[in-house]
C-alpha cells in the first residue's frame, strides 16, 4: 500500500514538474508584462530597466529555475498586476471557486444519476425522450449562451436572481462564503447551472447506458426468476453496480470543473480562480499565471491520487499486482 | 384656534421638508465598469480605471472639468515666477483635511511629487523635466525645472497627493516595487483629501465608498451620493444585463452594438461624448527595405504618393457607420479636437477615389499594388479589430494587400516599443492627457531618442521638425510657441505620416434619474452628481 501511495506520489510531483516548465516556456507567446505595467510616457529605458529588474531578460530556464526555487519556499511572488502577494490572491479566490464547483459538482451527479436512472427505466416513455433531447442540446451549447440566456431569462426579465457576483459572503477564518446568507445562495443558483450542465448531461447518459446494460445481465433476470420485487432489483442491485463507473467519472471530473471554471466565471463575473486567471492572461501576469497553473496541476494529481488509492482499496484485483511485481 | 392650525402647518411642512432632505441624503450610486483600478496607491499605475476610482479619494493639484479646461483643485492658483522662468510657483488651498483629519500643507505635495517622481513610480515619466520641488511656506511651493517648461501644470491633473506623516507612519514612501515580497501599505488603504473616503475594498470585486462630510468642497459641490459601490464586471453583456435589471445604477464601456436598444429604454439614459483619443494607422517611412511586403529593394511607404494613396483609400465614414455605428468621428489628423493647436482645417481629410489612388500608386512605380503586413490590436480600443479589417478590404481596393495579425495589446504594443521596432505598418491610438500637441509630437513624431520618441515606430527622423519639437518646451512666449505648432502639424500632414481614422466616442449608460456627463478624459467625478427630483 505504502510503496503504491509513494509511487503514485512521485508521478504527481513529476506531472507538477512538467506543467510549469511547460507553463514557463509558454508564457513569452502571452505578450509581454512590460507594456502593461508601465503608463505611455515611459521611456525605452525605463522599460528596459524594469524587465531587467524583474528578471524578464534571463532565459526561460533561468526563469523557471528561480520560480521553483522561490515556490519550494511557498513563495510565489508579488502579482504584477494587482501588487499584491500571489498566494494572498488565490487564498482570497480559493473560497469562491471551491464553493461554486463542489455545488455543481453535486448537483451533476445527483440530477445525472436520478435522471439517468428515470431514462432507463422508462426508456420509452416521452419524458425519458424529452430529457435525452434536452442532454444533447446541453452538450452541444457553448457554456457561455447558457449562462448569458440565463441571466436574460432570470435577472433581466424576471428580476429573481442577480446577474452577476457572489452576493454577501461571510467569513470563517480566512474562508469567505456565500452559503450562510440569502444573496449569496440566490448568486450561486445560475452559476451552478451553468457550470454543472455539461457534467449533469454526461453523468445522466453514462448512467442511463450502464442501467440499461445491468438490466440486461444474468443476475438481474435471476432475480426477476425468484420473483423478487421490481423496485428492489432496480434501487438495491442493478443501481449499486451502475454507481461504480459513475462515481469515478464523477469524481475526476470534479477537477476539470474547479480548473475549467474560467467561463462561467467571467460570464458571472464570479470572483474566484477562474476569474484571476482570466485577468492575469489579459495583462500578462506571470506571477499569477504561474501560481494558478501550478494549482490546477495540484488539483488534478490529487483527484487523481484519491481515485487511484480508492481503486486499490475498492479492487483486489490491483494488489494482487502490485505485490506480483514486487516478487 | 386660527394659530394652532398655522403651527400645525408649519410642522407638518417641516416634517415632509425633514423626509424629503432624508430621501436625498441616503443615495448610493452602484457604478460599474469592464476593469476593476489595479491599485489604490496613486503613484503605482498610469492607467484609466485606477485614476477614475482613485479621483474620489485622492486630489491632485488641479484637474480637468468636462470640457477639457484645466480648474483648480488642490492649489488655487499658479504661476510662471517672473523673474525666474525655471520655477512653478502653487499656491495651495488652505483649510483642507486628509481623511484621518491631519491638516494638508506643502510638506504633502513637496512629498508626493517626489514619490511620483521616484524610480517605482508609474508617473515619473510626467516629471522628467523637475529638477527639485521646494517648500515655501505652509501654502506655498516651487517646482523648480531643468529648462523654461510653459507647460508643467498641464502634467498635474493625475498626480495625486498623499499625507506625508501617514505614509511615513505605514512604511510606503515609495510606490510598489514588484520585486518585492510584500505588499506596499497604499495598495489596499487610502488617506487622500478627496470628496469620498474607502470603506472597503475587494480588488476585482467591490470597492465602496463614503461620503467625506468635512470635505472643503462640501458646500461647492453637490456630493448627493452618499455611499459609491464601484464593482467591475468584465463581460459586457452581464454589465448591460446588470443594468437592465437595476442591479447597478450607471455603466461605463457600454458596447457600440448596445447603445441603440439602451437608448430605447425609458428607464435610462445614455451619454455620449468624445473621448480625447484618437485612432490612426502607423507606417514604416524610414527602413531602406520593408520584411513583410512583397516588394525587393526599396520600401514602398518611404515614397510619400504611396501613403498619400492609402490615405485616400480610407473610407472613413464607412468605417463610423458601419464599425462603429455612429460612435466616433472621422479625423484626418491625430488630433482631437480638445488638444491646444487643433484646426478644422487640419482635421480635414481626403474624399474617397480609388481612381486617384491608383494613379498614385503607379506613379510611384507601383500599378499592381503590393502587400503587406497590418499589426492590430483586438483588445485596447473600441472595435479595433473591425476597424483594421475594413481598412483591409479598402486598400484591396487599390491593389495593396494588407494581411492582418490581430493579436493583444500585450503582444501589439511591445512590437512598436520595441527598438528597433517589429512592425511596419500598424494601428495605434493616442490619448493625450496633457491637452497639447507637444504631448503628440514628442512620442509620436520625435526621432526615437531618450524620452522622446517612445511611440515614434515610423522610424521617422527629422533634424529640423525634432528641433521645432524640443523649442516648444521651453518656449514661453506663447504666440511663437502656438506660430511653431501649426507650423509642425503643416509639416507633418503634409507628409502624411499617419493615416488619421477618427476620434473615440465613449458612452455611459445609467438610470435616467441620474446624468453623468462623458468626460473626455473617460473619469467620472461622482461629486458633481445630483439626483433628478421627483
Redesign the interface.
Request: proline share 5%; with cysteine.
Given at each position: 500500500m505504502f510503496a503504491y501511495a509513494a509511487k503514485s506520489l512521485s508521478q504527481g510531483l513529476l506531472v507538477l514538474l512538467v506543467v510549469s516548465a511547460l507553463a514557463f516556456s509558454m508564457f513569452r507567446f502571452v505578450g509581454d508584462p512590460i507594456a502593461n505595467m508601465m503608463g505611455q510616457e515611459a521611456t525605452q529605458q525605463d522599460r528596459r530597466e524594469l524587465a531587467e529588474h524583474l528578471g524578464l531578460n534571463d532565459s526561460v530556464p533561468t526563469q523557471y529555475a528561480r520560480f521553483i526555487g522561490a515556490a519550494l519556499r511557498g513563495d510565489f511572488g508579488v502579482s504584477y498586476r494587482q501588487a499584491r502577494k500571489v498566494s494572498d490572491l488565490i487564498a482570497e479566490k480559493l473560497p469562491a471557486t471551491i464553493e461554486l464547483a463542489v455545488l455543481s459538482a453535486l448537483f451533476a451527479t445527483v440530477c445525472g444519476v436520478a435522471l439517468g436512472v428515470y431514462a432507463a427505466i422508462r426508456r420509452d416513455g416521452w419524458l425519458a425522450h424529452l430529457v435525452m433531447s434536452a442532454s444533447l442540446v446541453g452538450v452541444s451549447l457553448p457554456t457561455f449562451l447558457i449562462g448569458i440566456g440565463l441571466i436574460y431569462l432570470f435577472a433581466v426579465e424576471l428580476r429573481w436572481l442577480p446577474s452577476f457576483g457572489r452576493g454577501d459572503t461571510v467569513k470563517i477564518g480566512w474562508w469567505s462564503t456565500g452559503l450562510l446568507t440569502t444573496t449569496g445562495l440566490k448568486s450561486l443558483i445560475m452559476p451552478v447551472l451553468t457550470l454543472g450542465f455539461f457534467q449533469l448531461t454526461l453523468i445522466m447518459r453514462l448512467t442511463r447506458a450502464q442501467m440499461l446494460e445491468t438490466m440486461r445481465t444474468e443476475y438481474v433476470r435471476f432475480a426477476r426468476a425468484r420473483g423478487i420485487p421490481e423496485q428492489t432489483i432496480r434501487f438495491r442491485h442493478a443501481l449499486k453496480n451502475t454507481m461504480v463507473p459513475v462515481i469515478t467519472i464523477a469524481g475526476l471530473q470534479l477537477g476539470s470543473v474547479i480548473a475549467f471554471a474560467i467561463v462561467t466565471e467571467t460570464v458571472f463575473q464570479w470572483p474566484g480562480l477562474g476569474s484571476l486567471f482570466v485577468n492575469a492572461v489579459q495583462f500578462v501576469d506571470i506571477p499569477v499565471m504561474a501560481a494558478y497553473l501550478m494549482f490546477v496541476a495540484f488539483v488534478f494529481v490529487v483527484v487523481n491520487l484519491a481515485v487511484d488509492l480508492a481503486y486499490f482499496i475498492l479492487d483486489p484485483r490491483i494488489r494482487t499486482g502490485a505485490a506480483a511485481a514486487k516478487r | 384656534m386660527k394659530l394652532r392650525s398655522l403651527a400645525l402647518k408649519l410642522a407638518l411642512l417641516a416634517a415632509t421638508s425633514v423626509a424629503a432632505t432624508a430621501a436625498l441624503e441616503a443615495r448610493t450610486l452602484k457604478w460599474s465598469r469592464s476593469g476593476d483600478s489595479?491599485?489604490l496607491?496613486p503613484h503605482?499605475?498610469?492607467?484609466g480605471p485606477t485614476a477614475a476610482v482613485a479621483h474620489q479619494m485622492y486630489e491632485p493639484l488641479a484637474t480637468r472639468s468636462v470640457d477639457g479646461k484645466l480648474v483648480p483643485a488642490l492649489a488655487t492658483a499658479w504661476r510662471i515666477l517672473p523673474d525666474n522662468p525655471l520655477i512653478w510657483e502653487f499656491k495651495l488651498r488652505q483649510g483642507v483635511k486628509f481623511h484621518d483629519g491631519a491638516p494638508f500643507t506643502a510638506d504633502d505635495v513637496v512629498f508626493s511629487l517626489e514619490r511620483a517622481m521616484s524610480p517605482t513610480s508609474?508617473?515619473?515619466?510626467?516629471w522628467t523635466s523637475v529638477e527639485s520641488v521646494a517648500k515655501v511656506d505652509d501654502h506655498t511651493v516651487h517646482v523648480k525645472t531643468k529648462g523654461p517648461n510653459p507647460l508643467l501644470v498641464q502634467n498635474v491633473t493625475n498626480t495625486f497627493i498623499m499625507n506625508k506623516a501617514w505614509a511615513e507612519k505605514n512604511n510606503t514612501v515609495k510606490p510598489?516595487d514588484?520585486?518585492?515580497?510584500?505588499?506596499?501599505f497604499a495598495?489596499?488603504n487610502v488617506n487622500g483629501t478627496g470628496p469620498y473616503m474607502l470603506v472597503s475594498r475587494?480588488?476585482?470585486?467591490?470597492t465602496g465608498l463614503k461620503r467625506n462630510d468635512s470635505y472643503w468642497g462640501r458646500g461647492e459641490t453637490p456630493m448627493e451620493v452618499t455611499e459609491i459601490i464601484y464593482?467591475?464586471?468584465?463581460?459586457d453583456?452581464?454589465?448591460v444585463?446588470?443594468l437592465?435589471?437595476?442591479?447597478v445604477d450607471f455603466v461605463q464601456d457600454v458596447p457600440v452594438q448596445d447603445i441603440q436598444k439602451l437608448q430605447g429604454d425609458s428607464k435610462l439614459r445614455v451619454n455620449i461624448g468624445p473621448e480625447n483619443r484618437s485612432i490612426f494607422l502607423g507606417m514604416d517611412v524610414g527602413s531602406a527595405d520593408l520584411k513583410t511586403d512583397n516588394v525587393t529593394g526599396k520600401n514602398p511607404l518611404a515614397d510619400k504618393r504611396v501613403r498619400q494613396a492609402l490615405n485616400m483609400a480610407v473610407n472613413r465614414e464607412a468605417i463610423q457607420r458601419v464599425v462603429m455605428r455612429g460612435q466616433s468621428v472621422p479625423a484626418g489628423a491625430i488630433i482631437p479636437p480638445f488638444v491646444a493647436g487643433y484646426t478644422n482645417e487640419l482635421d480635414s481629410y481626403p474624399k474617397v477615389d480609388v481612381n486617384a489612388a491608383k494613379k498614385l500608386l503607379s506613379d510611384a512605380g507601383y500599378p499592381q499594388g503590393f502587400s503587406i503586413t497590418l499589426h492590430c490590436p483586438n483588445?485596447r480600443y473600441v472595435n479595433d479589430e473591425g476597424i483594421c479589417q475594413a481598412v483591409v478590404g479598402m486598400f484591396g481596393q487599390i491593389g495593396v494587400k494588407a494581411n492582418l495579425v490581430s493579436q493583444?495589446?500585450?503582444?501589439h504594443?511591445?512590437l512598436i516599443?520595441k527598438?528597433p521596432p517589429e512592425t511596419e505598418f500598424f494601428l495605434l491610438g493616442?490619448?493625450v492627457p496633457t491637452y497639447d500637441s507637444d504631448y503628440i509630437f514628442t512620442?509620436l513624431y520625435h526621432t526615437?531618442a531618450?524620452?522622446r520618441g517612445?511611440?515614434n515606430a515610423l522610424r521617422y527622423s527629422n533634424k529640423d521638425v525634432d528641433a521645432k519639437i524640443v523649442s516648444l518646451a521651453s518656449e514661453t512666449d506663447l504666440n511663437k510657441r502656438n506660430a511653431t505648432v501649426a507650423d509642425l502639424w503643416k509639416i507633418l500632414k503634409d507628409e502624411t505620416l499617419y493615416i488619421a481614422i477618427h476620434n473615440q466616442t465613449l458612452a455611459y449608460a445609467m438610470k435616467n434619474d441620474v446624468n453623468v456627463p462623458v468626460h473626455p478624459d473617460n473619469t467620472v467625478w461622482i461629486k458633481y452628481l445630483s439626483f433628478k427630483r421627483s
Amino acid at each position: 500500500m505504502f510503496a503504491y501511495a509513494a509511487k503514485s506520489l512521485s508521478q504527481g510531483l513529476l506531472v507538477l514538474l512538467v506543467v510549469s516548465a511547460l507553463a514557463f516556456s509558454m508564457f513569452r507567446f502571452v505578450g509581454d508584462p512590460i507594456a502593461n505595467m508601465m503608463g505611455q510616457e515611459a521611456t525605452q529605458q525605463d522599460r528596459r530597466e524594469l524587465a531587467e529588474h524583474l528578471g524578464l531578460n534571463d532565459s526561460v530556464p533561468t526563469q523557471y529555475a528561480r520560480f521553483i526555487g522561490a515556490a519550494l519556499r511557498g513563495d510565489f511572488g508579488v502579482s504584477y498586476r494587482q501588487a499584491r502577494k500571489v498566494s494572498d490572491l488565490i487564498a482570497e479566490k480559493l473560497p469562491a471557486t471551491i464553493e461554486l464547483a463542489v455545488l455543481s459538482a453535486l448537483f451533476a451527479t445527483v440530477c445525472g444519476v436520478a435522471l439517468g436512472v428515470y431514462a432507463a427505466i422508462r426508456r420509452d416513455g416521452w419524458l425519458a425522450h424529452l430529457v435525452m433531447s434536452a442532454s444533447l442540446v446541453g452538450v452541444s451549447l457553448p457554456t457561455f449562451l447558457i449562462g448569458i440566456g440565463l441571466i436574460y431569462l432570470f435577472a433581466v426579465e424576471l428580476r429573481w436572481l442577480p446577474s452577476f457576483g457572489r452576493g454577501d459572503t461571510v467569513k470563517i477564518g480566512w474562508w469567505s462564503t456565500g452559503l450562510l446568507t440569502t444573496t449569496g445562495l440566490k448568486s450561486l443558483i445560475m452559476p451552478v447551472l451553468t457550470l454543472g450542465f455539461f457534467q449533469l448531461t454526461l453523468i445522466m447518459r453514462l448512467t442511463r447506458a450502464q442501467m440499461l446494460e445491468t438490466m440486461r445481465t444474468e443476475y438481474v433476470r435471476f432475480a426477476r426468476a425468484r420473483g423478487i420485487p421490481e423496485q428492489t432489483i432496480r434501487f438495491r442491485h442493478a443501481l449499486k453496480n451502475t454507481m461504480v463507473p459513475v462515481i469515478t467519472i464523477a469524481g475526476l471530473q470534479l477537477g476539470s470543473v474547479i480548473a475549467f471554471a474560467i467561463v462561467t466565471e467571467t460570464v458571472f463575473q464570479w470572483p474566484g480562480l477562474g476569474s484571476l486567471f482570466v485577468n492575469a492572461v489579459q495583462f500578462v501576469d506571470i506571477p499569477v499565471m504561474a501560481a494558478y497553473l501550478m494549482f490546477v496541476a495540484f488539483v488534478f494529481v490529487v483527484v487523481n491520487l484519491a481515485v487511484d488509492l480508492a481503486y486499490f482499496i475498492l479492487d483486489p484485483r490491483i494488489r494482487t499486482g502490485a505485490a506480483a511485481a514486487k516478487r | 384656534m386660527k394659530l394652532r392650525s398655522l403651527a400645525l402647518k408649519l410642522a407638518l411642512l417641516a416634517a415632509t421638508s425633514v423626509a424629503a432632505t432624508a430621501a436625498l441624503e441616503a443615495r448610493t450610486l452602484k457604478w460599474s465598469r469592464s476593469g476593476d483600478s489595479l491599485t489604490l496607491d496613486p503613484h503605482a499605475q498610469n492607467e484609466g480605471p485606477t485614476a477614475a476610482v482613485a479621483h474620489q479619494m485622492y486630489e491632485p493639484l488641479a484637474t480637468r472639468s468636462v470640457d477639457g479646461k484645466l480648474v483648480p483643485a488642490l492649489a488655487t492658483a499658479w504661476r510662471i515666477l517672473p523673474d525666474n522662468p525655471l520655477i512653478w510657483e502653487f499656491k495651495l488651498r488652505q483649510g483642507v483635511k486628509f481623511h484621518d483629519g491631519a491638516p494638508f500643507t506643502a510638506d504633502d505635495v513637496v512629498f508626493s511629487l517626489e514619490r511620483a517622481m521616484s524610480p517605482t513610480s508609474d508617473f515619473k515619466g510626467l516629471w522628467t523635466s523637475v529638477e527639485s520641488v521646494a517648500k515655501v511656506d505652509d501654502h506655498t511651493v516651487h517646482v523648480k525645472t531643468k529648462g523654461p517648461n510653459p507647460l508643467l501644470v498641464q502634467n498635474v491633473t493625475n498626480t495625486f497627493i498623499m499625507n506625508k506623516a501617514w505614509a511615513e507612519k505605514n512604511n510606503t514612501v515609495k510606490p510598489q516595487d514588484f520585486k518585492n515580497k510584500e505588499e506596499n501599505f497604499a495598495v489596499r488603504n487610502v488617506n487622500g483629501t478627496g470628496p469620498y473616503m474607502l470603506v472597503s475594498r475587494e480588488p476585482d470585486v467591490k470597492t465602496g465608498l463614503k461620503r467625506n462630510d468635512s470635505y472643503w468642497g462640501r458646500g461647492e459641490t453637490p456630493m448627493e451620493v452618499t455611499e459609491i459601490i464601484y464593482t467591475p464586471v468584465k463581460q459586457d453583456a452581464t454589465r448591460v444585463a446588470a443594468l437592465l435589471s437595476g442591479e447597478v445604477d450607471f455603466v461605463q464601456d457600454v458596447p457600440v452594438q448596445d447603445i441603440q436598444k439602451l437608448q430605447g429604454d425609458s428607464k435610462l439614459r445614455v451619454n455620449i461624448g468624445p473621448e480625447n483619443r484618437s485612432i490612426f494607422l502607423g507606417m514604416d517611412v524610414g527602413s531602406a527595405d520593408l520584411k513583410t511586403d512583397n516588394v525587393t529593394g526599396k520600401n514602398p511607404l518611404a515614397d510619400k504618393r504611396v501613403r498619400q494613396a492609402l490615405n485616400m483609400a480610407v473610407n472613413r465614414e464607412a468605417i463610423q457607420r458601419v464599425v462603429m455605428r455612429g460612435q466616433s468621428v472621422p479625423a484626418g489628423a491625430i488630433i482631437p479636437p480638445f488638444v491646444a493647436g487643433y484646426t478644422n482645417e487640419l482635421d480635414s481629410y481626403p474624399k474617397v477615389d480609388v481612381n486617384a489612388a491608383k494613379k498614385l500608386l503607379s506613379d510611384a512605380g507601383y500599378p499592381q499594388g503590393f502587400s503587406i503586413t497590418l499589426h492590430c490590436p483586438n483588445d485596447r480600443y473600441v472595435n479595433d479589430e473591425g476597424i483594421c479589417q475594413a481598412v483591409v478590404g479598402m486598400f484591396g481596393q487599390i491593389g495593396v494587400k494588407a494581411n492582418l495579425v490581430s493579436q493583444s495589446k500585450s503582444i501589439h504594443f511591445p512590437l512598436i516599443q520595441k527598438d528597433p521596432p517589429e512592425t511596419e505598418f500598424f494601428l495605434l491610438g493616442w490619448g493625450v492627457p496633457t491637452y497639447d500637441s507637444d504631448y503628440i509630437f514628442t512620442f509620436l513624431y520625435h526621432t526615437r531618442a531618450g524620452a522622446r520618441g517612445g511611440f515614434n515606430a515610423l522610424r521617422y527622423s527629422n533634424k529640423d521638425v525634432d528641433a521645432k519639437i524640443v523649442s516648444l518646451a521651453s518656449e514661453t512666449d506663447l504666440n511663437k510657441r502656438n506660430a511653431t505648432v501649426a507650423d509642425l502639424w503643416k509639416i507633418l500632414k503634409d507628409e502624411t505620416l499617419y493615416i488619421a481614422i477618427h476620434n473615440q466616442t465613449l458612452a455611459y449608460a445609467m438610470k435616467n434619474d441620474v446624468n453623468v456627463p462623458v468626460h473626455p478624459d473617460n473619469t467620472v467625478w461622482i461629486k458633481y452628481l445630483s439626483f433628478k427630483r421627483s
